[in-house]
């Protein structure tokens, strides 16, 4: 007979596969009894792993109805079950399941909104950090080209060819049902919390691109650069200004 430990594992492992036995030291004389007592149980723990999907991503259940999202859901977890016993974690890849999921396919904005609220949710959990005022960004930054920045650690940038900030505010909206008219060009997001709420603003044109290269480590000059690549004209001035307005600037360094 297995030890605890062993037991404990098998336990876990058949909890979360649908398909699996009941584990073999649980299984007693009458029979099918330990198979359907053993059922409910996994019926009852997928049941907490959906709520938990919808209380994360509560405006991508409500643009495709509780049944569907439930369902979906429901199969996100059997294919991708917890690999931490900290919830808070759970649904980092339930967007990128969505997209390959074929019955969302008439939604196709569907995984880029739930991106959305995957950045919402992990930015308001991230850790604490007092955005740089104004003034000491203009004296530490000067006309240095070559100048790092430090981004709050809540910082998020979400890219999509749909209006997706435009569908999550409609959408999120109580009594809103799935949005009618939708502008036709896409939307890159900036989400962050530089105080108590967490702020979603819309990035200007080459915006994204800007902010990622900052991101990985990039001076302003090759940001800017990397972004002019992207949307001829880029604004730097204008860009600059909006990150220390949302607050997403905590630091500022030399190019190493």
Request: charged content about 20%.
């Amino acid at each position: 007979m297995p030890g605890p430990s062993e037991l404990e594992a098998d336990f876990a492992r058949a909890v979360l596969d649908a398909k699996a036995d009941v584990p073999a030291p649980l299984v007693r004389e009458a029979p099918g009894v330990p198979a359907r007592r053993f059922g409910v149980y996994r019926n009852n723990v997928y049941a907490s792993l959906i709520d938990a999907l919808a209380a994360r991503f509560p405006v991508t259940a409500r643009l495709v109805g509780d049944a569907f999202f439930r369902a979906m859901a429901r199969a996100y977890a059997e294919t991708a079950p917890p690999n931490s016993p900290v919830l808070l974690r759970y649904g980092m890849g339930f967007a990128d399941f969505i997209a390959s999921f074929p019955p969302a396919g008439p939604v196709p904005y569907l995984a880029d909104v739930a991106r959305l609220e995957w950045a919402w949710h992990a930015a308001y959990h991230a850790a604490d950090a007092a955005p740089l005022p104004l003034e000491a960004l203009a004296e530490a930054v000067g006309d240095a080209a070559s100048a790092t920045l430090t981004l709050h650690p809540t910082l998020h940038v979400v890219r999509s060819v749909y209006p997706v900030i435009t569908i999550w505010h409609l959408a999120a909206r109580e009594g809103e049902d799935e949005p009618a008219r939708i502008p036709a060009d896409g939307e890159d997001a900036l989400v962050v919390r530089p105080k108590l709420d967490v702020e979603v603003r819309r990035l200007p044109a080459g915006g994204a691109a800007f902010v990622l290269a900052l991101k990985s480590g990039a001076c302003l000059e090759q940001a800017a650069e990397q972004a002019a690549q992207e949307v001829a004209g880029f604004d730097l001035e204008a860009n600059l200004a909006g990150l220390v307005v949302s607050g997403a600037i905590v630091g500022v360094g030399a190019e190493p």
